[in-house]
């Protein structure tokens, strides 16, 4: 089976900078995601790690270090609208669905 | 992109009553496709495998008999709550995959959110 941890809640502020943390136990491996949640909402992609390193898609980042079981998300300039709920979520291969983390509450203040 | 719709996107019924949720993708064939279920303030959690012409896949402790789940074309999978009941109110998504084209990415669906009296 598969198991992820996150962090329950994170708080910053407008146009600071937050990680949010992700480690994950799985029989198998076939990438690290990330996913955006707001309130009464679905969940929107925003980021894939297949291999080690960083993906840059504006300015969110995300990280993977397949050897430690661990990834990230990091936000930068962070905006009132980020204020959602944030999951990492990981695929055992072939056509399964994905695993998701218990989901990091963000919330961002002026 | 690949879109996943799903209706209806709130519905509330009474206790006792059946109530049927549809997942449609509407640029791409979906052999596949996923329910998920999410409580309030906590993550998604696996349903079900649908699968497009064959018998859904249950996750370990899912009643298949009170959720069914029809795949009767490649782009259309439902989710049927039977004699539904106020532990059964929650937001219902489905997703899907898009292996021919794209990146392989999960979409989701809108959700549905069913409230049981």
């Known amino acids: 089976g598969q198991s992820l941890e996150q962090p329950s809640e994170v708080t910053a502020v407008e146009g600071a900078i937050v990680q949010i943390n992700c480690t994950y136990q799985?029989?198998?491996?076939?990438?690290l995601s990330w996913y955006q949640q707001h309130d009464g909402g679905a969940p929107t992609f925003l980021s894939y790690?297949?291999?080690?390193g960083l993906e840059e898609t504006g300015r969110f980042s995300s990280f993977l270090s397949r050897s430690d079981s661990y990834g990230y998300l990091l936000l930068q300039e962070l905006q009132m609208k980020d204020s959602a709920s944030y999951f990492c979520?990981?695929?055992?291969?072939?056509?399964?669905?994905?695993?998701f983390g218990s989901g990091t509450r963000l919330q961002v203040q002026p | 992109g690949a879109v996943v719709s799903q209706h209806p996107s709130r519905v509330i019924c009474k206790s006792g009553t059946s109530v049927k949720i549809e997942c449609r993708s509407l640029?791409?064939?979906?052999?596949?496709m996923f329910w998920y279920r999410q409580f309030p303030k906590q993550s998604l959690m696996l349903m079900a495998t649908s699968n497009e012409g064959s018998k859904a896949t249950y996750e370990q402790g899912v009643e298949k008999d009170k959720f069914l789940i029809n795949h009767a074309s490649l782009t259309l999978s439902t989710l049927t709550v039977t004699s539904a009941h106020p532990e059964d109110s929650s937001f219902y998504i489905c997703?899907?995959?898009?292996?021919?084209?794209?990146?392989?990415?999960?979409?989701f669906g809108e959700g549905s959110r069913l409230t049981v009296l």
């Open positions: 979520a990981v695929r055992d291969g072939g056509r399964r669905a994905l695993t």
């Open positions: 799985t029989s198998g491996f076939y990438g």
């Open positions: 640029d791409f064939q979906a052999t596949t």
């Open positions: 997703s899907a995959r898009d292996l021919l084209g794209g990146t392989g990415e999960l979409f």
């Open positions: 790690n297949g291999l080690d």
